[in-house]
T-cell receptor, first 111, second 113 residues
Framework: KQEVTQIPAALSVPEGENLVLNCSFT??????LQWFRQDPGKGLTSLLL?????REQTSGRLNASLDKSSGRSTLYIAASQPGDSATYLC??????????FGTGTSLTVIP | KAGVTQTPRYLIKTRGQQVTLSCSPI?????VSWYQQTPGQGLQFLFE???????NKGNFPGRFSGRQFSNSRSEMNVSTLELGDSALYLC????????????FGQGTRLTVV
């Protein structure tokens, strides 16, 4: 069974700092890896999708990389802002659209 | 374009009752998945529908069921509610059956008392 782990569980940084969130998964036979953010009590907002044949994706200040063979992904956030404060979740699919989620990293950006 | 719409946003039910939650996917999306989110267990997969067929089912008791209509709208039903069913239920829609981006709704917050 696919297991997804995210480290660290919580992170607090001053505004303007660059940061890296980590995600690891046990079964490398994935279709996709997707990064989401979740604000308290809200749904999930898609940030980046990396298909299994890709190595990285970029959107604005966000860059996600994927190393399928080692079962790892990182989400890099440049020049963090207070509005980036949220829980960040990574999820992988092995079949169809069944996502396996990590437990998330709770990010606080201090003004 | 409109996102994924889940109704209702909040529900309070009594133990033993049943409940039906609704999800309208993004127009043109044919895959709908359901997830349960609790503080203790995180996000857990319930089931996925594609073109009105259930393709995958998570490890939940038979009290949890769902269906998808020809317009891709989906409903999930929970019968004989238990206190432990209190959770945020999230629906995701995708364009095709794999390798495409998933978009989530705002969720339905179910409280069982």
């Amino acid at each position: 069974k696919q297991e997804v782990t995210q480290i660290p569980a919580a992170l607090s940084v001053p505004e303007g700092e660059n940061l890296v969130l980590n995600c690891s998964f046990t079964d490398s036979a994935i279709y996709n890896l997707q990064w989401f953010r979740q604000d308290p009590g809200k749904g999930l907002t898609s940030l980046l999708l990396i298909q299994s044949s890709q190595r990285e994706q970029t959107s604005g200040r966000l860059n996600a990389s994927l190393d399928k063979s080692s079962g790892r992904s990182t989400l890099y956030i440049a020049a963090s802002q207070p509005g980036d404060s949220a829980t960040y979740l990574c999820a992988v699919t092995n079949t169809g659209n069944q996502f396996y989620f990590g437990t998330g990293t709770s990010l606080t950006v201090i003004p | 374009k409109a996102g994924v719409t889940q109704t209702p946003r909040y529900l309070i039910k009594t133990r033993g009752q049943q409940v039906t939650l609704s999800c309208s996917p993004i127009s043109g999306h044919r895959s709908v998945s359901w997830y349960q989110q609790t503080p203790g267990q995180g996000l857990q997969f319930l089931f996925e529908y594609f073109s009105e067929t259930q393709r995958n089912k998570g490890n939940f008791p038979g009290r949890f069921s769902g269906r998808q209509f020809s317009n891709s709208r989906s409903e999930m039903n929970v019968s004989t509610l238990e206190l432990g069913d209190s959770a945020l239920y999230l629906c995701a829609s995708s364009l095709e059956d794999w390798n495409t981006e998933a978009f989530f709704g705002q969720g339905t917050r179910l409280t069982v008392v």
